[in-house]
C-alpha cells in the first residue's frame, strides 16, 4: 500500500510539473488598425464681385444706386456670417451719414425699380457707414446673434443693396466723398452656440 501511495505521489508530482512547463508555450497573436485619420473642416466666405460692386459718381439728390453681391461659403462647414460697414470722410463733409443704405435678402430683380417690390429687409434704412464701423447685417461678435446670416457648406445666397442720396439733402453735400467697405466675417456654427 506504501508503494501505491508513493506511486501516486510520485504521478501527481510528475503531472504537476509537466503542467507547469506546458504553461510557458502559449499561443499569441495582435491585430493592428491603422490609418485612423482625422482633419478639420475649412471655413471660407467670399463676395462676388470681390470689390467696388457698388459705386456712383457724381450724385445729386434723389439719385439712388442698386446691385447685387453674391456671398459664397467655399468652405466645407457651415457658417454664420455677419457685416460691417466702415466708411471714410476725409472731407469732412459728412457724405457718409448722409447717404441712406438699405439691404435686403430674396429681392427678385436686384435694380432701382425692382428693389422695393419684395424681399426681406436686413438693413436700413441707415448710415451707410461710419469709423469705427457699423453693423449693418448681424454682429461679429463670436456666438450667434441676432441677425446674423447662415450659410451652408458650399452654399450662397444673393443679397440686394441699395444707396441714395435724399432728396432733402443740402447744398453743403457739393463735391462729397466718401468710401465704404463692407467687411463680411464668417465663423463656423457647429460647437459655437
Known sequence: MLKKILFTLIAVGTLSAMSGM????????????D???FTTGTLDISTSPA??????????????VTQPLTVSNDGS????????????????KGLRTQLDLRIKSGVTTCTNG?????????????????DPATNVIGDPAQGADS????????????LCFNVELP????DAYQDAATTATF??????TTNNP
Open 167 to 170: 432728396l432733402s439733402t443740402g
Open 22 to 33: 506546458g504553461g510557458l508555450a502559449v499561443f499569441t497573436d495582435q491585430a493592428a488598425n
Open 114 to 130: 425692382g428693389f422695393d417690390t419684395d424681399g426681406t429687409v436686413l438693413y436700413g434704412p441707415g448710415d451707410l457707414g461710419s
Open 183 to 188: 467687411t463680411f466675417e464668417a465663423e463656423q
Open 147 to 158: 441677425g446674423d446670416r447662415v450659410l451652408a457648406a458650399s452654399g450662397s445666397e444673393v
Open 35 to 37: 490609418a485612423n485619420t
Open 51 to 64: 470689390t467696388a460692386f457698388i459705386t456712383f459718381n457724381d450724385m445729386v439728390p434723389g439719385d439712388e
Open 77 to 92: 462647414l457651415e457658417l454664420r456670417y455677419a457685416v460691417t460697414s466702415l466708411a471714410t470722410n476725409t472731407d469732412s
